[in-house]
Nanobody, 126 residues
């Protein structure tokens, strides 16, 4: 079972960029669907982006065209490249893992993740 540690958060002005990383320890990383979630102040946790075992990706509408999720299986690391940041992107960002595929064809995507990191704070000022 993998363990997850996020890094790369910080404070940035609107329009700026940040790159989040999530380092995984343990075996079997390449067989996990991985995702980034976030929880802003006073808000519910929301899915940001997901990358499946085979590299298929899925993004929330609010970040499409601005954020890019990627994974390096050799380094057991997940990334989230965030560009054109907005104040509404301010949140605690969490890395998550699911030991299965996430995309099941006509049945769509499953987002039940059972492994979570501790989070990294992203603050975007206007």
């Amino acid at each position: 079972q993998v363990q997850l540690v996020e890094s790369g958060g910080g404070s940035v002005q609107a329009g700026g960029s940040l790159r989040l990383s999530c380092a995984a320890s343990g075996n079997g990383y390449s067989t996990y669907c991985m995702g980034w979630f976030r929880q802003g102040p006073g808000k519910e946790r929301e899915r940001v982006a997901v990358i499946d075992v085979d590299g298929r990706t899925n993004y929330a509408d609010s970040v499409k065209g601005r954020f890019t999720i990627s994974r390096d299986n050799a380094q057991r690391t997940l990334y989230l490249e965030m560009n054109s940041l907005k104040p509404e992107d301010t949140a605690e960002y969490y890395c998550a893992a699911r030991q299965d595929y996430c995309f099941f064809g006509w049945r769509g995507w499953k987002y039940e993740f059972n492994l979570w990191g501790q989070g990294t704070q992203v603050t975007v000022s206007s």
